[in-house]
C-alpha cells in the first residue's frame, strides 16, 4: 500500500472525469442549449460523451470512501466528509449566486432561500433549484456518505460485501421498473458505480475471491444496463444522437483501469500533475458552469468570443486556485487540529 494511503492514479483519474465534464458543457452542450452562443460544435462528436465524467467520478468515490471507513467512528467519517464537501461548496455557490445577482441574470440567478437551501447540501430533498447545475452529482455523493456513515454506526463494514449486494439488488429492481424512492433516496441508478469502486478496493487490500468477482460483474452489467438506458434518454432529450455502443466501451474502459489499479498494475507517482489535479478538480467542477457562462456572457460582447472563451477558463482555474487556498486549505487545516486535539485521525485521508 502506498504512503498515507494516497493513490496518486486517482488524483489523475479526478482530472481526467473534471476535463471531461468541462468539455461536455462547455463544447456540446452549452453551445447547443445557446448557454454559450457562438462557441464551436465541431467537437460536439467526441465532447458530448463527457457526461460519462460523472460515470467516473462515482467509480472513484466508492473507491476511495470505502478506504476512508476503515477504522473510524460514524461521526468521524461524516465529519472528514463533510470537511471536504462544505467549504469549497459555500465558496462556489457564493461566487456564482454573487455573480449572477450581480449581473442581472435572469436565467441563473436563484432567490435567497434557494441560495442558503443550497449551502446546507439538502435543497434537493426539498425540491429546491441547484444554484449550479452541476451540483447534483453532490445529492447522490452525500446519499452514499449517509449510507456508509450508517453502515459503520451498525458495526456492518466488515460485512460490506453484502451490503453491496443487497444494493446491486434494490438496484436491479429499480433498472426493471424505475421507482423515484429507489432513484432518489438509494442512488439507485449510480449505485453499479459506487459498488464497483468499492469492490476494486476491497480486491486491492484483500485479494481476488469469487464473491467479489460476482459482485464485480453483477455491477457491470448493470453499469452498462443503465448506461445504456441513460445514452437512449440523452437521445431523446436532445436534437444529437449519443450512442449507447460508445457510452457502453467508456464505461468499460472504466472498469479496465480501476481493475489495472486494485492489481496493482498500473500505478504512478506523485507529481505536479496529480497534485493539481487532486486539490483543484473539485473547486473547478463547482465553478466551471454557470459563474463560467455568465462570465463569458458578459465579456463576448466586449472581448470576442474566443477571448472571452479563453478568459473564461483562466477566471475558472484562478477562482478555482482561490477557493483552494483561502477557503479549503484553511478549513482542513483547522480540521486536522481539532482531530490532533480530540482523538486520533482517521485511518485513510484521501
Known amino acids: 500500500m502506498k504512503s498515507a494511503l494516497r493513490f496518486h492514479e486517482l488524483d489523475f483519474l479526478r482530472g481526467l472525469a473534471c476535463i471531461a465534464v468541462v468539455v461536455y458543457h462547455f463544447l456540446s452542450r452549452a453551445p447547443r ?27 472513484i468515490s466508492g473507491f476511495v470512501i470505502l478506504m476512508s471507513a476503515q477504522g473510524v467512528t460514524a461521526r468521524r467519517f461524516l465529519t472528514s466528509r463533510m470537511v471536504r464537501l462544505y467549504p469549497a461548496l459555500w465558496a462556489a455557490a457564493t461566487v456564482t449566486a454573487l455573480t449572477a445577482w ?100 476491497l480486491i486491492r487490500t484483500q485479494g481476488v475471491s469469487r464473491r467479489l468477482l460476482f459482485t464485480l460483474a453483477f455491477s457491470l452489467v448493470l453499469a452498462i444496463s443503465y448506461g445504456i438506458r441513460e445514452a437512449n434518454l440523452l437521445t431523446a432529450r436532445n436534437a444529437v444522437a449519443f450512442s449507447p455502443i460508445v457510452a457502453v466501451g467508456i464505461i468499460l474502459v472504466f472498469f479496465a483501469v480501476f481493475a489495472a489499479i486494485s492489481r496493482g498494475v498500473w500505478s504512478m507517482k506523485g507529481s505536479t500533475w496529480t497534485y493539481f489535479a487532486g486539490i483543484l478538480t473539485y473547486p473547478v467542477y463547482l465553478l466551471h458552469q454557470h459563474f463560467g457562462f455568465m462570465l463569458y456572457d458578459l465579456l463576448r460582447g466586449i472581448l470576442g468570443g474566443v477571448v472571452a472563451f479563453l478568459f473564461m477558463c483562466g477566471a475558472i482555474f484562478f477562482v478555482a486556485c482561490a477557493v483552494r487556498g483561502y477557503v479549503e486549505r484553511p478549513c482542513n487545516q483547522l480540521f486536522r487540529r481539532l482531530k490532533t486535539r480530540f482523538g486520533p485521525a482517521p485511518a485513510a485521508t484521501i
Open 33 to 59: 442549449s445557446g448557454e454559450l452562443p457562438g462557441v464551436t460544435t465541431i467537437f460536439d462528436t467526441a465532447a458530448r460523451y463527457g457526461y460519462l465524467g460523472v460515470h467516473l467520478f462515482f467509480l
Open 102 to 201: 450581480i449581473v442581472g441574470s435572469t436565467r441563473y440567478a436563484v432567490p435567497v432561500p434557494d441560495y442558503l437551501a443550497n449551502l446546507t447540501m439538502l435543497n434537493h430533498w426539498m425540491d429546491i433549484k441547484y444554484v449550479d447545475g452541476s451540483y447534483w452529482s453532490l445529492s447522490f455523493e452525500l446519499h452514499f456518505y449517509l449510507l456508509m456513515a450508517l453502515a459503520i454506526s451498525f458495526g456492518m463494514i466488515k460485512n460490506i460485501q453484502w451490503l453491496f449486494l443487497g444494493w446491486l439488488m434494490i438496484s436491479a429492481a429499480n433498472l426493471i421498473r424505475p421507482m423515484y424512492p429507489l432513484q432518489f433516496w438509494l442512488a439507485a441508478q449510480w449505485a453499479p458505480l459506487f459498488v464497483a469502486g468499492g469492490v476494486f478496493y
